[in-house]
């Protein structure tokens, strides 16, 4: 079996594992029926919780629109994981880098009146740039001082996020009449059309085009890897950086530059949930999404289609949870824990091996991200 | 007491490790194991220490059957192992290391260091193993630790006792002590196997050679009545040339200049000291020395790789002392690196990237940035065939291959190219008598069309029968110039240590 197959079993294996125990949880928690002895209930439960699950992440158009919604800032926040990682970077940031790219996104949005066909790439372009030069700074560091990144990424995320909060009650970025962090909407001809707009106005249909957006960087990331001696370069340095650099590679240019396409990236998960979803930008449109990226692309391998993968699955979760909620008593917490258990069975291959009893070499398995050494 | 391995057979997925095994030791004699790399020895030496159960055979002692299900079980029964990597805390020190596990200890269970200290003197005694009980591991020499690993095992009152490749790590002199070593253990009543792909070596000191090839014992021999040609072809399965067949040396123009330079390492000590000399095209010159004389520094520094403090470097006549590694390459340098899993290779990488490794910049592999993936494998597929790399498929990852075809990958990436000097800094370090071979006939042929070759190594066996012209290398100099061919082995290895032979001017 060729490894990409064996770790693709390894990762639904994870999956099942993880459904497995979270099922276990949604039972032993339902303590209405378990108190009154009736295990019945308490499993038909867990049939509709998960039932729900699956029919608000893909059960109707709205619900494949909301999966959609939440997995585009996760697939190009998760890139900028996974692209940083391929070059044995590990970048936290993803948090810092999405403020960033929202930030210049936004203002070129309000800044300027620009017909839609110029405005929106020039927008998504000052979201790219914004992220990729906020990105850049953990590596100048790294390079300069040989600060780790993991240190600076996160610094830089409150850096972030404490400049957001101020930039946005200032001029020219604050909304009239709000004293809160809350910034003016953008011009129209900046918003990225709805995905589904074709079908008409429909306001319940939340996904836009930023979906298209982070297919296209997908592709971008997986021909950078494949095609270009940079991605080469990146790799090497990555994989084995005392033999890029014998190799007369420039291991320390190499940092700069792959952290500054990790930022573009999640630049652009900012600005698309800006320009797409938001229209406008708070002091929260980052959210949680930096270190949900992080479980991306450790789910997906850092390779780009795992990436996409994982970031559906993230995405189909968060929005199946909320119908989970609706439908059933089990709080949408449990998605939380479910996405926990399926990165800790990702990261415990072993545990996975010794369930399902699979038989066969799992080394490899368990090293997607190395130590923290690099 | 007697130990003994009958019809071991282990298999692994696809392989047959062990194939119907047999051997045995006595106490009071050496037994050394010999083959190649993945010939089965590590196999069989984890079957023999309780980490991996045969699939059949049996282990018997003084004739009755027994069974490890752990290294404990071994250590219980007299077996002790000195593994090729040592097993010591870097920070402790000497006694604490060898009481680890077996602590004595005082009242309240507190580490009775005296005690320990009081020990390691007793085994270090009685054995002639020198040893300061109070010195820090980090800071001894790679002999010492051997030592102390030594004390170790017999502190546990081994009767057997197993060395994994012990002499990969040692100095000649260090292997001269170790030898020593060896045969005090013998004579004071316990058994030794010696685990090992040094001909010379087992020739040396062994009572009896068994050679393994391919999982299977495929002949024993006895040193008296056995010669190392003897020996390879059993090892390899074919006739083996172990001299360098070459024609003399047509020394061209000086294509390497090195210019009085010196290297100055991270504390700021001078670890090249004022080095001069050249490299002709259509000449090997080799640079003998004992690990840790500079040579590392020398070659990291002739490749671009580290700064030189003060000195120049021409190649070809061109000025080249301020030059990228990269620029280097181009200029016609080619770089063999010391320790290929850590520079030459990247072991996660395919055979393909890898043999593009330092030449994807070419025209022939790239345009602009896009890579021509396409011209890479086919230029592959040809170095594959044209090296002799054992691979089913040249897309497969570095680290399927064995040690010798990883170092073919970087032979032949680096003598394939467009090249005017190749540098090759121990070039069959840890690789089978085969690919010796076969690298050692790849540098001749460098040397015969017009290429300046510089051989770095520390194997003096390698030096003599490979350059035309050696150079000794002492704490950071350059304390010889020799014609191998007149020249003894003696000599040379005395100004390795720094002395002069009898009757030598300086």
């Given at each position: 079996m060729s490894d990409t197959l064996k770790s693709l079993r390894f990762t639904l294996l994870a999956i099942v594992a993880a459904l497995f125990v979270s099922a276990f949880i949604i039972v032993i928690t339902d303590i209405e029926a378990l108190g009154d002895g009736n295990f019945g209930k308490a499993f038909s439960t867990l049939g509709s919780a998960y039932w729900g699950l699956f029919k608000g992440s893909f059960g109707s158009l709205r619900a494949i629109s909301n999966t959609i919604t939440g997995a585009t800032p996760l697939l190009l926040a998760g890139l900028a994981v996974s692209s940083a990682f391929k070059a044995g970077l590990f970048n936290i940031g993803a948090t810092g880098q999405m403020l960033a790219g929202a930030m210049t996104g936004l203002w070129v949005g309000f800044a300027f009146q620009l017909p839609a066909v110029l405005h929106v790439p020039l927008a998504l372009l000052a979201a790219g740039v914004g992220g990729a030069m906020f990105g850049a700074i953990p590596g100048v560091l790294k390079a300069r001082t040989g600060a780790h990144e993991v240190i600076t990424t996160i610094m830089l995320n409150g850096i972030a996020s404490f400049t957001v909060l101020w930039v946005l009650k200032t001029e020219p970025f604050k909304r009239p009449g709000r004293d809160d962090a809350i910034s003016k909407f953008t011009e129209e001809s900046a918003r990225l059309p709805k995905l589904f707009g074709f079908l008409g106005d429909r306001i319940d249909l939340l996904a836009h085009t930023g979906f298209l957006v982070a297919l296209l960087a997908t592709f971008a990331f997986w021909w950078l890897l494949r095609k270009t001696t940079l991605g080469f370069e990146m790799q090497a340095t990555g994989l084995n950086q005392e033999a890029a650099r014998y190799a007369g590679m420039r291991p320390k240019s190499l940092m700069v530059t792959s952290m500054a396409i990790a930022g573009a990236f999640a630049g652009l998960a900012g600005g698309t949930e800006v320009l797409g979803l938001y229209g406008y930008a708070s002091a929260t449109v980052a959210g949680d999404i930096g270190f949900d990226a992080i479980a991306v692309a450790l789910l997906g391998r850092s390779t780009p289609v795992g990436t996409l993968f994982a970031a559906l699955l993230f995405g189909a979760l968060q929005a199946g949870g909320r119908q989970m909620q609706v439908d059933t008593d089990v709080p949408i917490d449990l998605i939380i824990v479910l996405r926990a258990l399926i990165v800790m069975f990702i990261a415990a291959p072993l545990l996975v091996k010794a369930m399902f009893r699979v038989k066969g070499d799992v080394q490899s398995f368990g090293q997607t991200f190395r130590g923290w050494g690099g | 007491m007697k130990f003994e391995l009958r019809g071991i057979t282990k298999r692994f997925p696809g392989v047959v490790a062990n194939d119907n095994v047999n051997l045995s030791v006595s106490t009071g004699e050496v037994l050394a194991l010999i083959g190649e790399n993945g010939a089965g020895k590590s196999t069989l030496m984890n079957v023999l220490y309780g980490l991996y159960h045969p699939d059949e055979g049996e282990l018997l002692i003084d004739g009755k059957a027994t069974h490890f299900s752990s290294p404990a079980d071994a250590i219980a029964a007299g077996i002790g192992m000195v593994h090729q990597h040592f097993m010591l805390v870097p920070v402790m020190t000497v006694a604490e290391n060898v009481v680890l596990g077996v602590e004595p200890t005082g009242?309240?269970?507190?580490?009775d260091i005296e005690e320990a200290r009081r020990m390691v003197r007793e085994v270090s005694d009685k054995y002639h193993l020198e040893l300061d009980p109070d010195a820090v591991i980090e800071d001894l020499s790679v002999g010492v630790r051997q030592r102390v690993e030594i004390v170790k095992v017999l502190m546990r009152e081994a009767k057997i006792v197993v060395f994994d490749e012990p002499t990969a790590v040692l100095t000649p002199s260090e292997i001269l002590e170790f030898f020593a070593i060896v045969r005090s253990l013998v004579d004071s009543g316990r058994g030794v196997i010696f685990i090992t792909h040094k001909l010379k070596e087992a020739l040396s000191i062994a009572d009896r050679i068994n050679v393994l090839r391919r999982g299977k014992v495929v002949g024993e021999a006895l040193p008296k009545n056995a010669t190392e040609d003897s020996i390879a072809e059993m090892m390899v399965g074919r006739a083996v040339q172990l001299v360098v067949d070459k024609a003399t040396a047509q020394p061209g123009d000086v294509m390497l200049g090195v210019n009085s330079i010196s290297v100055v390492d991270a504390d700021g000590r001078t670890v090249v000291d004022d080095v001069s000399f050249d490299v002709r095209t259509g000449e090997i010159v080799a640079i003998a020395g004992v690990q840790g004389n500079g040579q590392t520094e020398l070659v990291e520094a002739i490749a671009g790789m580290r700064r030189v403090a003060q000195g120049a470097i021409s190649l070809a006549g061109r000025d080249i002392t301020n030059e990228s590694p990269r620029g280097r390459h181009t200029a016609g340098m080619a770089h063999i690196p010391e320790d290929r899993q850590r520079q030459g290779i990247v072991t996660d990488m395919s055979i393909v990237e890898n043999l593009v490794l330092t030449r994807y910049h070419d025209a022939a592999f790239s345009q602009g940035i896009r890579m021509k993936w396409g011209a890479a494998a086919t230029k592959a597929d040809e170095l594959v065939a044209a090296y002799d790399i054992r691979t089913t498929d040249a897309s497969q990852a570095a680290t399927t291959l064995s040690g010798g075809n990883q170092q073919k990958v970087v032979v032949a990436r680096e003598l394939s190219r467009d090249i005017r000097l190749a540098v090759a800094a121990q070039p069959t370090r840890g690789i089978d008598v085969g690919s010796i071979e076969y690298v050692h006939a790849q540098m001749v042929k460098a040397r015969d069309m017009g290429i300046a070759v510089l051989v770095v190594s520390t194997e003096l066996d390698e030096v003599m029968s490979l350059a035309d012209r050696v150079l000794v290398m002492y704490r950071g100099r350059i304390v010889a110039n020799v014609d191998p061919k007149k020249v003894s082995h003696m000599d040379v290895g005395l100004y390795m240590a720094g002395s002069q032979p009898a009757g030598a001017s300086a």
């Open positions: - | 009242r309240f269970g507190s580490l």
